[in-house]
């Protein structure tokens, strides 16, 4: 059944890459599909995801705090790419008002996000792997992904209960702001070591959306807090992009991540609507040149002459996210034109036998283990395509 499933799904998908579909309802079709697929290909029997596609008997999992690396075959995903699905659903809902999408919400998606809340330490939260597989890490960026999402479904259905989590969330998130280093806040509660811009940036821009929402001023006053807290250390003042990371003893990582930039791009975007002060815009300006400068430099397998974003496919989303907001406040397409033209030349060209891409667009990285969060990530670019 679950060939004859994938085959369909398959055949939908080629139908829409060849463009019979025109517009914005070719690449909502292509999200359609890539959503069935993932759920077709990932699925566990206890209502979760798995890590990879295929599971991954050596799976090595480094994005955790402190250097700590989990190792081997995994029951299920951890929450940051299973929190992927969240922000695909609620974008192609978003997109198309179909309510098949809010069933897979409301049935799958999100009680499977809730095997990972846990409340025994509070303020509760969402921890990065299942409840019933003990305790682990939280992460305050974690969270802010998901409180992002708890919003905009908010917005879409005007449900208590999600307005009511996201605020829990940002509750929860802001308890992990403390007065070292001047502000900010902390990238994991169990190892307060650094304050990191994923964890200030997307906080900025969730403060944003809950003062529209709520038309609390505190939101507002403590998203341009945090935004001001985040330029002053993490800004590199010679390309306006973000550096990773500031310690408590000032050293600053100076990796640069496409989604740090791009949540600063949309939290000076939020900033400037309800403020309409100048000098948000212009920041945000001047970090979208800088991404596109930094960024897209990856010369594409199969013609060199294009110029592929080189970060991995998640952080190239989020960075879509804030390219976006500021192309619908000064009309210059020029930066979400080349990320699409990037993720659709990737989508004809590198996907696997089974439909699924790797985290470099590209096409020089050949992955056996595709990881579920750079496929889920695709269902929110491509609903997000207009």
């Known amino acids: ?41 990932y699925q566990t029997n206890d209502g979760l995801l798995t890590e990879t596609y295929p599971v991954n008997p050596d799976q090595k999992i480094t994005y955790l705090a402190g250097g700590t690396q989990q190792n081997g075959t995994l029951k299920a995903s951890f929450l940051w790419p299973y929190s992927g699905m969240m922000s695909g659903c609620v974008a192609l809902y978003k997109a198309t008002g179909d309510k098949k999408y809010k069933k897979i919400l409301d049935k799958k998606i999100l ?8 409340e025994s330490r509070l303020p509760a939260c969402y921890q990065s792997y299942p409840v019933k597989y003990g305790q682990h890490g939280r992460y305050y960026d974690d969270n802010i992904w998901i409180a992002l999402d708890y919003c905009d479904y908010y917005q879409l259905t005007r449900k208590p209960a999600s307005l009511a989590k996201a605020v829990a969330l940002y509750q929860y998130i802001y308890s992990g702001w403390s007065d070292e280093m001047g502000g900010g806040i902390f990238w994991c509660e169990q190892k307060k070591e650094a304050k990191h811009t994923c964890s200030n ?11 529209r929402l709520t038309k609390d001023a505190k939101y507002l006053e403590k998203a341009k807090e945090t935004y001001a807290w985040t330029k002053k250390h993490l800004c590199d003042p010679e390309d306006h992009l973000y550096w990773d990371n ?3 003893k000032g050293s600053v990582s100076k990796e640069k991540y496409a989604y740090n930039s791009g949540q600063m791009i949309q939290a000076g975007v939020l900033l400037y609507e309800e403020t309409g002060d100048e000098q948000y815009l212009h920041d945000a300006q001047l970090t979208a040149a800088g991404t596109d400068a930094f960024f897209r430099t990856k010369a594409d397998k199969k013609d060199p002459a294009i110029k592929v974003h080189k970060d991995m496919a998640w952080f190239n989303v989020i960075l879509f996210r804030g390219l976006k907001a500021l192309y619908q406040i000064d009309k210059n397409p020029a930066y979400v034109d080349a990320m699409t033209a990037n993720a659709i030349h990737a989508w004809e060209n ?17 992955e056996q283990y595709k990881w579920l969060l750079d496929n889920a990530c695709l269902i929110e670019f491509f609903a997000e395509i207009n």
């Not at 060849?18 to 914005?24: D, L």
């Not at 009680?111 to 846990?118: A, N």
């Not at 997307?202 to 003062?211: H, M």
């Open 350 to 366: 590198y996907r696997d036998k089974n439909g699924l891409l790797g985290r470099d667009w590209s096409g020089h990285n050949e």
């Open 111 to 118: 009680p499977g996000m809730e095997q990972y809340w846990d």
């Open 1 to 41: 059944m679950r060939n004859i499933c994938f085959a369909a799904c398959m055949l939908f998908c080629l139908t829409s890459a060849v463009g019979k579909t025109p517009g914005n309802a070719r690449y909502l079709s292509i999200a359609d599909s890539i959503l069935y697929n993932i759920l077709n290909l």
């Open 246 to 248: 500031i310690n408590l």
């Open 201 to 211: 940036a997307p906080s900025t821009v969730l403060g944003v959306k809950l003062y």
